[in-house]
T-cell receptor
Framework: AQSVTQLGSHVSVSEGALVLLRCNYSSSVPPYLFWYVQYPNQGLQLLLKYTSAATLVKGINGFEAEFKKSETSFHLTKPSAHMSDAAEYFC????????????FGTGTSLTVIP | EAGVAQSPRYKIIEKRQSVAFWCNPISGHATLYWYQQILGQGPKLLIQFQNNGVVDDSQLPKDRFSAERLKGVDSTLKIQPAKLEDSAVYLCASNRGAGGAETQYFGPGTRLLVL
């Protein structure tokens, strides 16, 4: 079965500091991996996705993530945090052998300290 | 391009009452999903439609939840009767086809509070 683990339900960083949000997945077949962001009282918005092309994926708002098969990880990073990055972040895995259903992690709440 | 539309945005009901949510996906999107997001958790798939057919409803509590997608466009999700534990945000999402690499586009959600 597919699953996603997001280590750290809450992460706090100072404005201008590196953002690192962790995501590890479990999948028996090559997965598609996604990061979504959710602002208060809004739906989820795609940040970036890995679809078996380049392992380093660049997304919107300066975020990027690297697919590491050996570590079964897809961590999200941003070199310099901005106040507007404060939100909930979800990692999700999707595989063809499960009907392409999305499996979401439990989310990481990012706080940016001025 | 208009996004996924959902209504109502908020709903408060008492337990044992019924409630219905509506979703209009992005035009041309064949696949539609309903998710339940309980506070502090990630979204959990309730049901997936491909056009007007059900692809996956294995996690839908069928004794109280029902969903339909008439004509393969709009969809409604109904809860009858509601329980306290149904308090959550109900998200609708859509994508164009059934490919695994496709992006799902989410609506703003309907926040349900059951008292």
């Amino acid at each position: 079965a597919q699953s996603v683990t997001q280590l750290g339900s809450h992460v706090s960083v100072s404005e201008g500091a590196l953002v690192l949000l962790r995501c590890n997945y479990s999948s028996s077949v090559p997965p598609y991996l996604f990061w979504y962001v959710q602002y208060p009282n809004q739906g989820l918005q795609l940040l970036l996705k890995y679809t078996s092309a380049a392992t380093l994926v660049k997304g919107i708002n300066g975020f990027e993530a690297e697919f590491k098969k050996s570590e079964t990880s897809f961590h999200l990073t941003k070199p310099s945090a901005h106040m507007s990055d404060a939100a909930e972040y979800f990692c999700a895995v999707r595989t063809p052998n499960t009907g392409n259903q999305f499996y979401f992690g439990t989310g990481t709440s990012l706080t940016v300290i001025p | 391009e208009a996004g996924v539309a959902q209504s109502p945005r908020y709903k408060i009901i008492e337990k044992r009452q019924s409630v219905a949510f509506w979703c209009n996906p992005i035009s041309g999107h064949a696949t539609l999903y309903w998710y339940q997001q309980i506070l502090g958790q990630g979204p959990k798939l309730l049901i997936q439609f491909q056009n007007n057919g059900v692809v996956d409803d294995s996690q839908l509590p069928k004794d109280r939840f029902s969903a339909e997608r008439l004509k393969g466009v709009d969809s409604t999700l109904k809860i009858q009767p509601a329980k306290l534990e149904d308090s959550a945000v109900y998200l609708c999402a859509s994508n164009r086809g059934a490919g695994g690499a496709e992006t799902q586009y989410f609506g703003p959600g309907t926040r349900l509070l059951v008292l």
